[in-house]
């Protein structure tokens, strides 16, 4: 029973950029590449499965004008990273795409996992990793999550911002991280009825919630953040030089 870990890094990172296509600038990298102490975000976040003894195989969703870039950069930089099998793939226009895309190329057995963590969360830790494994071969289907520590509304969209119309109990929330971890055919399935039905998630459990699959969670970390805005990167910053 392999596990097999698909990154998806083919966003545009436009939350990231302070001027994004602004006139005769170049654009921003994107938030995958964004520097983080001298070295792509993205590529810290391959060392931690590069190091997981779980883990055999890697599969990166990229652009495809970053595909070659990339594999001369890991032979450059990274070579550590290249001792797993490391395979580059076209990303798709939505995270849902890209995964797919990914998902297609991987030659797996109905039992194997299939991990997915977003290329934006560099402090997974190997505890992460393993308790989803391990969950996801117990369960079928498991994320790493956090309870919610705010009291969290559920809101209807207004034009001059939202109102509230109810409060969620906050002991029935957790907010979904990655990696999240699904058997092969269990994943498999839930991607092949989404696309037949045209449905588009946010995160790879919604696709396996809705194709009638429980979904187990595991603790993830505060730490475990998704660097999306200028302030995780301040913060990322700060947990880097904590942990060298
Ligand atoms: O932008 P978003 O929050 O959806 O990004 C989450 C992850 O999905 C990032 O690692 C990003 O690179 C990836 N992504 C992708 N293909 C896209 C959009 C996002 O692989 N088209």
Redesign the pocket.
Known sequence: MKVVVI???????T?MASAPGAKGKKPAA???FTDLGGTPILIHTLRKFAASPEVSEVYV??RSNEISPFRTRLEKEAKDILQKKVHLVE?????Q???ANALAAVAAVPDDIVLVH????PFVTEEIIRDVVQAARKYGAAIAGLPAVDTVKQVERTSEGALITATVPRERVVMAQTPQGFRYDVLKKAFDEAAADGFTG?DEASLVERSGHEVAVVMGSPRNL?I?TPADLELAQFYLKATS
């Open positions: 990154i998806p890094a083919a966003g545009l990172g939350r994107s938030k995958q969703a990229l990303g798709g226009e939505h995270r795409h890209s995964v977003d290329a934006v969360r946010t998704k999306t």
